[in-house]
């Protein structure tokens, strides 16, 4: 009965990463990249646009990977135990980042701003508590 839950739990984290992935796309506009980004040398854009890139693609991984082969992602071995493990020190890292390295003077006022942050906040700890409960799952197992 256990695994049943977490099983449709990692398919719900899959399903919430695609939708940040596509929500992704917004960030851009509303944080006003483009005029920020005009101020900083070539190499430093374009390193950040790589890291962005690679975040965004982490995210839909991790998604595609927790909606289509969650089964995999329990079956107590040691590369389940491993990624799973990755993956929750990666959604704590960023609740962690959030609260404690994010300079928030500069963050964009109004009320769909602060609900979109709330949402993300909830979803960055629905997630660290899916994938810290499947590598205790694998832990148990393994």
Known sequence: MESIKINMLLRIAGIAQLVLVTGSFAIPRVLNWHNELAKI??????????????????????????LFDYKELLNGSTLALLITGFIAVYWISRILIQFFYFDRTNFPAGKWNRLAELLLVVLFIFLSMVYSLACYSNYKHS
């Open 41 to 66: 040398q070539p190499l430093i854009k374009q390193m950040f646009w790589t890291y962005a890139a690679y975040i965004l693609v982490i995210n839909l991984c991790f998604g595609l990977l927790s």
